[in-house]
């Protein structure tokens, strides 16, 4: 949608946005099921008194758990927003270039910059 603004409702369709969404949360909802299975099978199982709340997981859920829900998203996204950035910047040195040349023959605003 940055780099080809004209060109993205041609390449990205609402129904395709629509399944990788329902893909996320389908994985989100596996995965929060997997990390509590046990919990899930024996309910109130390590709870010592009425009213808490208390799951198990062992230190390697915890890594796994760590990694795809925190890590991999947030690499992710900062990669993402590098690149809408770079693009950003391409943008307005290319709009200034152009703004300098028609500048000699236009006046333009400097809201318009």
Same mark, same amino acid.
């Given at each position: 949608a940055i780099c080809y603004?004209?060109? !993205?409702?041609?390449?990205?369709?609402?129904?395709?946005?629509?399944?990788?969404v329902c893909l996320c949360w389908m994985f989100a909802a596996s995965l929060t099921g997997l990390l509590l299975k046990n919990n899930l099978q024996h309910p109130g199982r390590y709870n =010592?008194? +009425?009213?808490?709340?208390?799951?198990?997981? @062992?230190? +390697?859920? @915890?890594v796994f758990d760590l990694i795809i829900s925190f890590l991999f998203p947030i690499t992710v996204i900062? +990669?993402? !927003?590098?690149?809408?950035?770079?693009?950003?910047?391409y943008q307005a040195r290319a709009m200034? =270039?152009?703004?300098?040349?028609?500048? &000699?023959?236009? &006046?333009?605003?400097k809201s318009e910059m």
């Open positions: 603004p004209l060109h !993205y409702f041609t390449k990205v369709k609402p129904k395709t946005v629509q399944v990788c =010592s008194c +009425i009213g808490e709340c208390v799951y198990d997981m @062992n230190y +390697i859920a @915890n900062v +990669i993402l !927003y590098i690149r809408i950035f770079g693009v950003a910047v200034r =270039s152009h703004i300098a040349v028609v500048k &000699t023959k236009v &006046t333009v605003k």
